[in-house]
Structure formats: C-alpha cells, structure tokens
C-alpha cells in the first residue's frame, strides 16, 4: 500500500468556522507533512512531523493547527481562516532519514468564503 | 530556506520534439527528487538520485544529478501529450524536503 489518502477532497467553508482536513498513510512512514499550493505555484511547506511530534513549523499562523495522534494520521485544524487561505492542502509521509522520498496524496481543494 | 531555481518556467513544445529541464540551487542536497504534478491532483514521484554525476532513465527521462550535488536536469526525448504537467525538483536535508519553482510543460499534439 503506498496511499496516502486525505478527506475531504473538497471543502467550502466561512471565515468564522471550524473544520479539520485528514491524512492517513499505511506505509509505517514516521515523517509526515502539510504543503499549501496557491493556483500555479509548487508547493509551500507548512508543517513536519517526525515520530509523532513537530519537528519543523514554517512560521504558519496560529489559525492552521496540526495534529499527530498517531504514526498513521495527521490532522490539520482551521479556525477563522481568510479567503486568501483558498488553496489546495497537500499531504506526504517519508521514511526519517535515507532519502525521504515522499508519497502525496491528492490534496483537498479548500475555500474560504 | 535552500532555493531551487527551476528553468524554463514555462515550455510549451511539439509533440517529438526534445526538452531538458534544470533545476539549480546554491545549496547542496543529500538527495534530489524529481515529481510530476497533473491539476488538482498531488505530486507524483518520478525518480530520486542520490550520488554526484547519478544518471538515471526512465523510459524516454534521462536524469542527471550534478556532481557537486547542488543541481539537477531532466530530459525528456520525443515528448508526447501525456508528458504535459507541472514538474518540480525537489531537495532533501533535515528532514526537510523543499520543492523548487517548478516547470510547466504543455506538449502539443
């Protein structure tokens, strides 16, 4: 299984509300990541987490909040978010170490509105 | 933050023609990855080279890892439309792997 699966792959929300993107991956990778993609532009990273704990934060404001509870899943918090936050999330996991090739999964397609 | 410079940013070519793709930084890498991204959907990876002067092929990909480590090329012979897609170089270091700015290709039929 090399999937790395994110829900939802779409989601519309308002600037006062409150919602979670999810990943998931089975392939006992211990490095996981959030990327923001803005239309036309390759990917920003976010967040790393590395054996369940943030290793790397890369000054993203305090509205995004991830969350690791376990070594398969990895979870994104969006609170109050602004409509310039419209992007597509994407999700990798790697082994730590070596060459850590990363596998994506699709990405949700958010928008604040 | 270690920058990738991707070159061309834009390629719009014939289908048959050849096209290379360069991917260079200032820093150097313990490796380098190459991935193909369609829209709306996540990046692919296509290759990973790990060793100064590493060529790799894949099909009708050859790519080339520079031999001081800190630059990249993919080249792509007789491109075809299932070719078009953005594709990003990235590097790999603490944990870390940063994409570089990207290349989007249009192979016309």
């Known amino acids: 299984d090399t999937e790395v699966t994110q829900t939802p792959k779409h989601l519309v929300m308002g600037m006062t509300n409150k919602k979670s993107l999810k990943c998931e991956q089975h392939m006992g990778h211990r490095a996981m990541y959030w990327y923001k993609q803005k239309a036309k532009k390759p990917p920003e990273l976010m967040f790393v987490?590395?054996?369940?704990?943030?290793?790397i934060n890369e000054s993203v404001p305090s509205r995004f909040s991830p969350e690791c509870p376990n070594s398969s899943l990895l979870n994104l918090h969006l609170h109050a978010l602004q409509p310039e936050d419209s992007a597509l999330y994407l999700c990798?996991?790697?082994?730590?170490?070596?060459?850590?090739?990363?596998?994506f999964g699709q990405g949700t397609r958010l928008t604040v509105v | 933050t270690q920058l990738l410079e991707q070159s061309p940013q834009f390629l719009s070519i014939q289908e048959g023609e050849n096209l290379t793709v360069y991917c260079n930084s200032s820093?150097?890498?313990?490796?380098l990855q190459w991935y193909r991204q369609e829209p709306g959907e996540g990046p692919v990876l296509l290759v990973t080279v790990v060793t100064g002067g590493e060529v790799k092929k894949l099909k009708r990909l050859t790519f080339q890892f520079g031999d001081a480590r800190k630059d990249s090329s993919l080249h792509i012979t007789a491109a075809q439309p299932g070719d078009t897609g953005l594709y990003l170089c990235?590097?790999?270091?603490?944990?870390?792997?940063?994409f570089g700015t990207g290349t989007r290709l249009t192979v016309i039929p």
């Open positions: 820093s150097v890498f313990s490796s």
């Open positions: 990235a590097g790999t270091g603490a944990n870390n792997l940063f």
């Open positions: 987490y590395s054996y369940e704990k943030l290793s």
């Open positions: 990798a996991s790697s082994q730590v170490g070596g060459t850590e090739e990363a596998f």
